[in-house]
């Protein structure tokens, strides 16, 4: 008597890791094709805005250090 995996050794192994290799390349696959029609976005900032001052120590930020002790 054999067991159902010997019965047909030309069957299509139908494990986890195959399922999920196959998946893999269709999904790489899927993203190469997809990534040449992706057109880079423009920059929203020039240089001035880029180098401005950003950080603002506000009363909330200040709160915030004396609560947690910074």
Do not use: C, I, W
């Amino acid at each position: 008597m054999s067991t159902k995996k010997d019965d047909n050794p030309e069957k299509v192994d139908r494990s986890r890791r195959s399922f999920l290799q196959a998946g893999l390349a269709g999904a790489s696959a899927a993203a190469a094709a997809t990534g040449a029609a992706v057109v880079p976005a423009a920059a929203s900032e020039n240089d001035a805005d880029k180098k401005k001052a950003r950080y603002r120590e506000t009363d909330h930020v200040k709160t915030y250090y004396a609560t947690n002790r910074y």
